[in-house]
């Protein structure tokens, strides 16, 4: 395919989005990630939304959002607005999952963390093997979820037990019945690469928890449907779930956006960039009196 299918592709134009989750100020990862998308957004002629996924309300915060909106506009990137908020649209997510649900792919789980761990950890002493983890580093779920009866499942929600929903994996590819892949972009929204997508490699993926009746994954899919995204822009850390993504979207008759995963931003540490890192906190470059060019310029977008 050339890049010169992409119009067609998209009648509507191009639609990006940067989407943060206020439970935290804004770092330079945050920065970077909504700077790619603003210059590829910039470089197609396309439109540029801002959603908010706050649909972790134990750490989601109204105040985070407010920070990091402003810090953005100090930024100097202009957003559609108003901003979606996922933690507004959770009926919507309840009729994805229900759909899912009415294909026979999706089983309640109530084993906790640690109860998964010592599953996993007998599996590898039954087998002599180490038991799967997920890109995560998660153990597989091995739990026997999948094969409770309907009236054990409900026995359980109805006295109130935790629990989460998961994805039949095997019944889930089954169903899809060819392999998946996804398109990767350059930095100019040229498509230079085709990568095969392993939904497997995360096992019965958690769609929905009883307390959240939702996931990142599932409504992150569904958003990106509602939205018309047709260019996902994210970190690299989020590489390994868009298998899991291609995956729903298939499940769910949705249109497949094209990706672009671009590079993280390192703490003195060598890892990626995370809430507490405050050095890299904006306030902090900001109240050091850094100017919105000065960390352009060392972003790389100068
Ligand atoms: N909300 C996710 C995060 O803050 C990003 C989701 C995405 O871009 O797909 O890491």
Same mark, same amino acid.
């Given at each position: 395919m050339s890049s010169g299918t992409l119009a067609t592709r998209h009648p509507k134009g191009p639609v990006l989005r940067f989407a943060p989750s206020p439970n935290g100020l804004l770092h330079l990862g945050h920065a970077l990630s909504a700077l790619e998308n603003e210059a590829l957004a910039a470089a197609l002629g396309g439109r540029l939304l801002l959603r908010i996924e706050d649909i972790d309300t134990t750490r989601c915060r109204p105040e985070f959002e407010a920070a990091m909106i402003e810090d953005l506009a100090w930024l100097g990137i202009a957003f559609q607005m108003p901003p979606r908020r996922q933690s507004e649209h959770l009926p919507v997510y309840r009729d994805a999952l229900a759909r899912l649900d009415g294909m026979g792919l999706v089983f309640a789980s109530f084993e906790s963390r640690g109860e998964l761990k010592t599953l996993a950890a007998a599996r590898e002493a039954e087998t002599g093997h180490p038991w799967p983890k997920d890109p995560d580093g998660a153990p597989l779920y091995a739990g026997a979820g999948a094969s409770l009866s309907g009236t054990e499942r409900q026995t359980l929600i109805d006295a109130g037990k935790p629990h989460a929903l998961r994805l039949d994996m095997t019944r889930a590819l089954a169903r899809v019945g060819r392999p998946l892949t996804w398109t990767e972009v350059d930095a100019a929204g040229t498509l230079n690469r085709t990568v095969e997508a392993r939904?497997? %490699?995360? &096992? @019965?993926?958690?769609? %929905?928890?009883? @307390?959240? &009746?939702?996931s990142y994954h599932l409504s992150v899919v569904t958003d990106d449907a509602i939205q018309n995204v047709t260019h996902i822009v994210r970190g690299e850390d989020l590489f390994r779930s868009t298998a899991v993504h291609r995956l729903l979207q298939e499940l769910l008759e949705l249109p497949e956006p094209l990706y672009r995963h671009h590079r993280l931003v390192l703490g003195p540490d060598g890892r990626k960039l995370s809430k507490s890192d405050q050095a890299q906190g904006f306030r902090i470059l900001r109240d050091r009196g850094g100017g919105p060019a000065d960390i352009r310029r060392s972003l790389g977008f100068g």
């Open positions: 939904p497997e %490699a995360w &096992g @019965d993926v958690v769609l %929905a928890r009883k @307390d959240v &009746g939702t």
